[in-house]
Each structure stands twice: as C-alpha cells, then as structure tokens.
C-alpha cells in the first residue's frame, strides 16, 4: 500500500509523467510489465534468459468502495486505457518520449509458445493443492515437454515460508492445447502453517520447455487457501437495542489440532466488535457457541464473522440483516 500524491488522473493516464508530484511512480505502477526470467548456471557463472513477459497482470481490477453499496466499484480505466488498445500505445510511447532511458524490447518473439497458466485459484485447507497447467501454443507439430513446478508456502506479502514440493513431468504435447496435473500432499503445508503469525498462501513458479528446440516459458501464481466448514446462522432480521443471537459452528477437518482459537463478530450496527476465546480444537472436532450482540442503528447491516487460530487464520463469513 503506497501514500502518494497528489497526481492528476489524465495526466497519468495520458503519460504525462513530468507533472507532479507522483505521476510518474504511479504510471508505472499501473502500465508496468511483469517479466520472468529463467537463472541457469553456465561455466560457474549466472546466466539470465528471458522468458516470458506478462504485460496484462499488473494494474487489473483497481477499486474503490461503492458509496452507500456493498460491492466494487472498478476504477482502473479512470487510471489507464485498455490493454493492447491505440490510445494505451500511444501513451506509452508518448511516457517514453519524456525519459532519457533506451526502451526495452517491447514483446518475446516465441517461436512455438503462447501461454502457461494454473486453472485453479484455490486451495481448500486440508486437501491437496492440485495445478492443472495449461499450456498453449501456436502450432499442432507434436513435442516432448518438461513441465515443473517450484511450489511454496509464502505470506500473503510475498515472505517465503517454506519451500513444500519441487515437482516434474515430462509429456509428449499434441495441439495446440494440452493438460498437465500436478498433485501435492497436504501434508507437506498442514505442519507449517503456525509458522509465522500471518495468513499464508501457496506459491507457484512453473516452467515448461521444449527439449527439442530448448524454447522455454514460464508463469508465476498464487492459490489462496478456502475453508468451508465455518457455518454461521443469524436471524435476517432484528430490532434496535434488543439482542440479537447469532450460532457459530466450526469443524476441524485437519489432521493438527488448532490452537490460541478466537472468533470475532464485526458490525456497523454495534457498538464495539464481540469475540470469543478458545484455547483448542482437536483434529476432527467440532465447536459450536454463540454470540450475542445488541444492534444500535437500524437499516440493512452486515455482519462479519471471523475465525483465527495459530494454525489458521482469516477465515470470514458474512451475514445480512435488516435491523428497525
């Protein structure tokens, strides 16, 4: 999270980055580029190669609250112009008209790879985290590829936890589209995750290269962690000053027991946030309690509800209520 400005939206839309005062740090931050490179060792010396350029991942979804709504409000064409469009070209070129840097190359020229992404976005705690990559192409000439996958247990601040699996394959690819599924215990995150007291999540770096013309391409990703069994019932409705029971419900579907345990109620409609401390749950158990709040303001309000523990964090519900 940055602090800056004040900047002028057309100005940083246009690339006019020689206006002040944080123009041109916040130009780059939405129309920046996300470059991967590949480190290989070469005679004991380092040796980079470029091998994939993701020009579309960064400055996605900007957003703002909608005012008196409970939803996003997108703002991200206020601050640049579509991908690949004219005017987004122009105002490229028109920021790297104003530096006195050469410009880098603007694209990769592959000869045969287009695109390597994960098809997930989740992983559900206590289950497998399973990747099934994909991988596109420009051409149909049947090829023998190594796909690999580094998979890392990382703070939602990108702080490296643990390393959990470094995984391969090597497959015969047919089309222009083809599949490959890596599987990876839960065991090999379960046992670190009261590691560091902050929300994890897993990390991937892939790579797939073609061992007959040595071309390579890569993505990097993050799977965030889901829990589903974290079960709340509350009334819809509710009446100022008079208490209002909510029933919390959570089962512990790890093999570890949970521990330092804490759920919390949050509401514009009361006064002060409700919490409610447990010292454990073991492995497979259930706890169910309730807690009682009293509604001060009235209108249609909602309710968050929050799971905590050391092992596992961050866990929301969120409820509806009218309040009169």
């Not at 028109?94 to 790879?113: C, E, F, I, M, T």
Request: with cysteine; glycine share 6%.
């Amino acid at each position: 999270i940055f602090r800056c400005g004040p900047s002028p939206l057309p100005a940083i839309r246009n690339g006019d980055i020689f206006l002040g005062y944080d123009t041109k740090f916040i130009f780059t931050e939405v129309n920046g580029d996300k470059l991967i490179w590949l480190l290989k060792k070469v005679g004991g010396e380092d040796v980079y190669s470029l091998i994939a350029v993701e020009t579309d991942s960064i400055g996605k979804n900007i957003s703002t609250k909608a005012v008196g709504q409970d939803r996003r409000h997108d703002i991200t064409y206020q601050y640049k112009y579509p991908e690949g469009s004219a005017e987004e070209r122009e105002a490229m070129n028109h920021a790297y008209s104003l530096l006195q840097v050469p410009r880098p190359p603007q694209d990769l020229r592959k000869q045969g790879l287009l695109e390597l992404s994960i098809m997930e976005e989740t992983v559900e705690m206590g289950r497998p985290v399973v990747m099934t990559v994909l991988l596109r192409r420009t051409t149909e000439e049947t090829r023998r590829f190594n796909f690999s996958a580094s998979v890392n247990l990382q703070t939602y601040t990108g702080k490296n936890v643990a390393q959990l699996a470094m995984v391969n394959k090597e497959e015969v690819v047919k089309g222009e589209e083809a599949q490959v599924v890596f599987i990876v215990s839960p065991d090999t995150y379960i046992t670190k995750l009261g590691v560091v007291d902050d929300e994890v999540v897993v990390s991937v770096t892939l790579l797939a290269q073609d061992l007959k013309s040595e071309e390579s391409t890569g993505k990097d990703d993050t799977l965030h962690f889901v829990y589903s069994n974290f079960f709340v019932e509350m009334p819809d409705t509710g009446k100022v000053g008079q208490e209002l029971t909510c029933v919390c419900r959570f089962l512990n579907v790890l093999p570890i027991p949970l521990t330092h345990i804490t759920f919390s109620l949050e509401s514009l409609a009361i006064c002060s946030a409700q919490t409610v401390d447990k010292e454990m749950l073991p492995a497979g158990e259930a706890i169910q309690f309730q807690i009682q709040c009293i509604p001060m303001k009235s209108g249609a309000k909602k309710f968050i509800f929050e799971f905590t523990s050391r092992e596992v964090k961050g866990i929301h519900r969120e409820k509806m209520a009218l309040i009169s």
